[in-house]
């Protein structure tokens, strides 16, 4: 039977379900429902049940869809459909139920569209890092959030409400103590919203960044519906590029292995309701140093129809491939670029836990002392010789001058 289920966040345990009730308006991510959603005594799947009036926040959604948890909500004629993907369900109890056939189609109930929502960008981005004492967190979420919107994040915490101020060093040190538990923390700013998720072992530290932040738009003089459209497809597309030059930053400072970055549009307060959006659209993609090196990925084998970049340390080439932008969509560019890698090669290099599973490739290359992962210095700082050091690539490369170093190295 088991232990029976107590915990203030639950209202009703069944066979298939750990049932959580809500009538607020905006679902945070308090201590208590934190704590619930990172047990792992119960094979019942935890449903959070609302109204479709309610939204839930970056943090709220990641735990839950971490924790494998639903999110259930009843309209007012009592109907019950998932949240996020607007499947319908019978009962409570089907929401904790996988789909008996999942080939087969379910047709989403009729979900009422958002409005008022705002152009986005969110991005996925996973960094390796050196265990070293100088090693510091959260420098990708600054370069990230600083390229697109100007500000960077302002407070960080496990639970909602936030109650630290942005300090990289106490986030590293939270990281530490907690070892060897993965860690996720919520972070927000002014112009963002997202987690950092850090898994400290022996080998290093695994820094994954989830992040969603607004693009700002400068109106111009020209007035109406179709201005205003012009204004956003160009914000968004100088967006883009600023973020992809944060990419390449990045990836010639510190050890990435992928990220993704997609534009959407989203609630202004970067919450998520149960409305139906518009299609995200996939801009661009980075492939990092280590995932290069294992699949053996050759610059000529991408089939991207716009030039891929090629950054990092002559040593440890990365690839940021272009998708899309604010008038194209990327994915077919996404899938085609995946279908080169190969998907089930792919799964592999994106599994976790990533540290572990690429110790030999790190040990063989030392790829995480040559990349002189990002440390308190910060991204931008990283990278680079300690005083007193030979660059072994400038040593090598000295008396070639017309080597073409490629863009974001050090």
């Not at 799947?45 to 009036?53: F, I, K, Q, W």
């Not at 370069?143 to 100007?150: N, P």
């Not at 992040?211 to 007035?223: F, L, M, S």
């Not at 604010?326 to 990533?354: C, Y």
Request: glycine fraction near 8%; aromatic fraction near 2%.
């Amino acid at each position: 039977m088991g232990t029976p289920i107590r915990h203030p966040m639950v209202d009703a345990v069944t066979a298939q379900v750990v049932r959580v009730d809500s009538r607020a308006r905006v679902v945070r991510l308090s201590a208590p429902f934190a704590d619930l959603l990172s047990r792992r005594r119960s094979r019942r799947r935890v449903v959070l049940v609302t109204s479709d009036r309610s939204r839930l926040t970056v943090g709220v959604r990641a735990a839950l869809v971490d924790a494998g948890g639903t999110w259930a909500v009843h309209d007012d004629a009592g109907a019950l459909r998932d949240g996020l993907t607007g499947l319908p369900y019978a009962d409570v109890d089907a929401a904790g139920r996988p789909q008996e056939d999942p080939l087969a189609p379910v047709v989403p109930v009729d979900v009422p569209a958002a409005v008022g929502t705002t152009a986005q960008l969110s991005v996925d981005l996973t960094v390796l890092h050196r265990a070293s004492h100088d090693t510091s967190l959260g420098g990708a979420l600054e370069a990230l959030g600083t390229a697109v919107s100007g500000t960077g994040p302002a407070s960080w915490g496990s639970s909602e409400p936030l109650l630290h101020d942005w300090d990289r060093w106490v986030l590293t040190q939270h990281a530490r103590h907690a070892a060897p538990e993965t860690v996720r923390v919520v972070v927000e700013g002014p112009r963002l919203s997202g987690t950092v998720t850090a898994r400290v072992t022996e080998h290093g530290i695994e820094e994954t960044t989830a992040v969603t932040i607004d693009v700002p738009v400068v109106e111009t003089a020209a007035g109406g519906s179709e201005g205003a459209e012009a204004d956003a497809r160009r914000a968004l597309d100088a967006a883009i590029s600023r973020l992809t030059e944060a990419l390449s930053d990045i990836a010639g400072s510190s050890l990435p292995t992928f990220a993704l970055v997609v534009a959407r549009e989203g609630d202004v307060d970067r919450c998520v309701r149960a409305k139906t959006y518009p299609p995200p659209n996939p801009v661009a993609l980075l492939i990092g140093a280590p995932s290069v090196k294992r699949l053996g990925l050759e610059l000529s084998a991408l089939p991207s129809t716009r030039p891929v970049v090629v950054v990092g340390r002559p040593r440890l080439p990365a690839y940021v491939v272009p998708l899309g932008d604010a008038s194209t969509s990327g994915w077919d560019a996404l899938h085609d670029t995946l279908d080169a890698v190969g998907p089930e090669r792919l799964a592999t290099m994106v599994a976790t836990p990533l540290l572990q599973a690429w110790e030999e490739d790190l040990a063989e290359a030392d790829l995480l002392h040559e990349s002189a992962v990002d440390g308190a210095v910060g991204v931008a700082g990283a990278g680079r010789p300690r005083e007193g050091e030979v660059d072994d690539d400038d040593e090598q490369h000295d008396d070639d001058d017309d080597e073409e170093t490629p863009p974001g190295a050090p």
